[in-house]
């Protein structure tokens, strides 16, 4: 387990909308793991939030030429290392 | 005989492709899971017939959803069966080093393929370049340039998909792929920077939270309009001529040619009214059945089919699944419900089938329930404006409002009562495209079609049915048994069971039947509500049993008998 203090590390719920970051913690689940990174999202690579809708709506980013929404709950779960800001 | 079969990711266009191998018109449109079944078709290459088989899309061999369940399942047993096999993996060209994952663990697993490299129109606006020769290389399979919607590459496909042989098995984790198609990307594709286009900011515009909420609004006002618009110019320019003008006259010929008051006559003709056919009012096979179902029901479908169409093509409707997903949890779905549930606003059953792209059975029973309680189809909702388009706007209000409290309600209920909880979405937003109008118009006449089919037998059938009860004067006897429910608890006129009961065969017929009984505006609207929640026609039912099971089939309808009785009871008392 990596220590989310220490690395900088923030949900991808708490990246501000426009900020490029690595992905570096993915939710648990052998499924969804495959689900995500079939889809492109997984630790290492890199993602632009692009928003986040209120009342605890999803999440969207940028990830390769990839555009994702995820649900709220599982954005949660994803943790990231901010490293600059990308502007839309 | 040999097999072609297509796999790829959701949206990559396997539909359209298999559309141009074997001829047979599919419904495609711009977003993940519009396959949700297998299909077969045949094509003929070299004098030799092939069964070419489209598959649900999968983003991995390891299965997510039932609709991605079924391809994962259908390879491997395919395979195991010895047949010769060629596995076609179409690739969405702009969007490779995703796509390439699933390539490289078919490759790896040991299956003949061929790639396609689809939408390679697309690539030049994008700044993208792709070397397929050094793919061809590095991949060891043979691989196509092509553009589907045009038919570019199809005839090169045709004549190579012979080349695909079986390799080897190389076990590789999730992991070692990603590796793996990390370096051949980079040697295969370069990128060219370029400014953003108009269409990528609409694209970011329509996935915020409050510019997302204007287009939506938008998008859903238009939509409404355009259905209306298009629906009543066709039966006032089109439809309504057709029949005042050249059908009426051939009938009443028919009319005195069978003298009215033999059995004959009252089967085809019905009854007269004044001496004259009255065709909502008549019940003949040949007046009443063909003028619901082609004067006031069809150019409702061909309208909603064409709308629907284009939104499904342009690539909006999962921008729309996002915007709605908070909410739709309260219900216990996600965002990407909504789609389904805007199928079933077509027709209940493929809003059922559709909902195979979700993943647990708690929500495809959720939504299929309030597909089938609260979404009225297109048949039933041009019927409905029918019956109450003269009473004003207000009263349909009334109706429309009625079933979308009951959705929400009966929705908000399952989710508290029933085990589990509702999963997260995870949805790929596709990239605007316009739509081609050569799939629009096609997909179009593809639903037509099947609604003419399907619904036509069930027509007949239903006014027969109601013809031949009138003929024999069966319909007090019954009628007085339902009396007490029928005007107690709903405020209906007992002759109104007859009508309701046939909501089981077909919905828009049942409604055409309560114009002749002069009822009120608030004995109207509660029939229309009451029609609407109560049993789904029978298409409806057969498929929810075989997606579903009895089981839920039967808790289904117990819900759907309470809410009906409440609902339509509520009405009474209030209105």
């Not at chain 2, 003929?44 to 061999?61: A, F, H, N, R």
């Not at chain 2, 510019?211 to 355009?226: C, D, E, P, Q, W």
């Not at chain 2, 010929?253 to 003709?269: A, E, N």
């Not at chain 2, 008549?282 to 619901?292: E, I, K």
Request: aromatic share 10%; net charge positive; charged share 20%.
């Amino acid at each position: 387990m990596i220590n989310k203090d220490e690395k900088n590390l923030i949900p991808l719920t708490k990246l501000k909308r426009g900020t490029k970051a690595r992905v570096v913690e993915m939710p648990e689940g052998k499924q969804l793991y495959f689900k995500l990174s079939s889809l492109g999202l997984r630790p290492g690579v890199s993602l632009v939030k692009l928003s986040a809708f209120a009342l605890r709506g999803p999440v969207t980013v940028k990830c390769g030429s990839t555009t994702i929404a995820l649900g709220h709950g599982m954005a949660e779960k994803v943790y990231v290392e901010p490293f600059g800001v990308n502007k839309i | 005989m040999d097999k072609i079969i297509l796999i790829g990711n959701p949206n990559v266009g396997k539909s359209v492709i298999f559309a141009r191998l074997t001829g047979i018109q599919v419904v495609t449109s711009n977003y993940a899971g519009t396959t949700v079944e297998y299909r077969k078709g045949y094509m003929v290459s070299g004098g030799e017939k092939l069964e070419v088989i489209d598959l649900p899309g999968t983003y991995s061999l390891e299965p997510t959803s039932k609709a991605e369940e079924v391809t994962c399942s259908f390879l491997k047993d395919t395979f195991q069966e010895e047949k010769k096999c060629f596995v076609v993996n179409i690739i969405d060209a702009t969007n490779l080093e995703r796509n390439l994952h699933l390539t490289l663990d078919l490759i790896s697993r040991g299956y003949p393929v061929v790639v396609v490299l689809n939408m390679c129109d697309d690539l030049v606006h994008r700044g993208i370049a792709i070397d397929a020769k050094k793919m061809e290389e590095l991949l060891g399979v043979p691989v196509i340039s092509a553009c589907a919607v045009t038919g570019l590459g199809i005839k090169l496909l045709k004549d190579r998909f012979k080349d695909a042989s079986a390799g080897q098995v190389v076990l590789r984790s999730h992991d070692e792929l990603w590796q793996a198609v990390g370096a051949i990307v980079t040697q295969v594709q370069s990128l060219t920077h370029r400014h953003h286009t108009l269409r990528e900011m609409l694209e970011d515009l329509s996935i915020r939270p409050f510019s997302g909420m204007l287009i939506g609004l938008g998008v859903v006002y238009a939509t409404f309009k355009a259905v209306r618009f298009i629906g009543e110019g066709l039966i006032t320019y089109l439809f309504d001529p057709i029949f005042n003008n050249l059908y009426t006259p051939v009938l009443q010929k028919l009319s005195g040619f069978l003298v009215p008051g033999t059995f004959v006559h009252h089967v085809l003709i019905g009854e007269l009214f004044e001496g004259r056919i009255d065709f909502k009012s008549s019940v003949g096979l040949l007046t009443t059945a063909p003028y619901v179902e082609f004067s006031m029901v069809l150019p409702y479908i061909i309208s909603f089919y064409l709308v629907l169409g284009f939104l499904e093509d342009t690539g909006y409707l999962p921008r729309f699944a996002i915007l709605l997903d908070g909410l739709m949890h309260k219900i216990g779905l996600h965002g990407f419900a909504i789609i389904p549930i805007l199928l079933g606003f077509g027709c209940n059953v493929p809003g059922i089938l559709a909902t195979r792209a979700l993943e647990s059975k708690r929500e495809r029973f959720i939504s299929s329930t309030l597909i089938s309680i609260a979404v009225p189809c297109a048949a039933l909702q041009a019927m409905v404006i029918k019956l109450l388009g003269p009473s004003g706007f207000k009263s349909l209000l009334v109706v429309f409002v009625a079933l979308f409290s009951s959705w929400v309600v009966i929705g908000y209920i399952l989710n508290k009562i029933l085990k589990g909880y509702s999963p997260e979405l995870v949805l790929e937003i596709p990239s605007y495209r316009w739509p081609p109008v050569n799939i629009l118009f096609s997909k179009l006449w593809f639903r037509v079609k099947e609604f003419i089919l399907d619904a036509f037998p069930f027509v007949i059938l239903g006014v027969l049915f109601v013809n031949l009860l009138q003929y024999m004067q069966v319909f007090r006897v019954v009628s007085d048994t339902f009396e007490p429910l029928m005007k107690t608890v709903l405020g209906l006129p007992k002759e109104a069971i007859f009508p309701i009961v046939m909501g089981f065969l077909r919905k828009d017929i049942a409604a055409g039947l309560l114009i002749p009984l002069d009822m009120t505006v608030k004995q109207l609207i509660i029939a229309s509500v009451v029609l609407s929640m109560s049993f789904p026609c029978i298409a409806t039912f057969i498929i929810f049993l075989k997606e579903l099971g009895v089981k839920y089939l039967l808790a289904a309808t117990a819900i759907m008998l309470f809410a009906t009785m409440v609902v339509g009871g509520a009405l009474n008392i209030i209105l």
